[in-house]
């Protein structure tokens, strides 16, 4: 069996939710830090919930997250991402 997408995707978005109310100031401190967990989905499965900042140019900041669940979908996670701006708000 796969990547559960749905499980995936859920843990994805809470993990960018989080990041999301961290400032601009905070971010481009962190940029190209990783932060991995291993978090427990509600289908039973541990994912690995890999974090991270890069600079996207122009004082832009892509906040990246990707996740697996340590079979095959390491090779190709399911990933989502936001772009900050500087003043603090983020690219529809």
């Known amino acids: 069996m796969g ?12 993990r960018l ?4 109310r961290v400032s601009y100031g905070e971010w481009r401190a962190m940029l190209d830090d ?3 967990r ?6 039973g499965k541990r994912y690995t919930v890999v974090s991270y900042a890069l600079d996207d140019g122009d004082e832009r900041i892509r906040i990246v997250v990707a996740v697996d669940d340590g079979g095959w979908s390491a090779f190709a996670p399911l990933v989502r991402d936001e772009i900050m701006m500087p003043d603090g708000t983020f690219v529809e």
């Open 17 to 20: 939710a989080e990041w999301q």
């Open 38 to 43: 291993q978090v427990g989905g509600e289908d």
């Open 3 to 14: 990547l559960n997408k749905e499980t995936a995707a859920r843990l994805a978005d809470a």
């Open 34 to 36: 990783k932060d991995i």
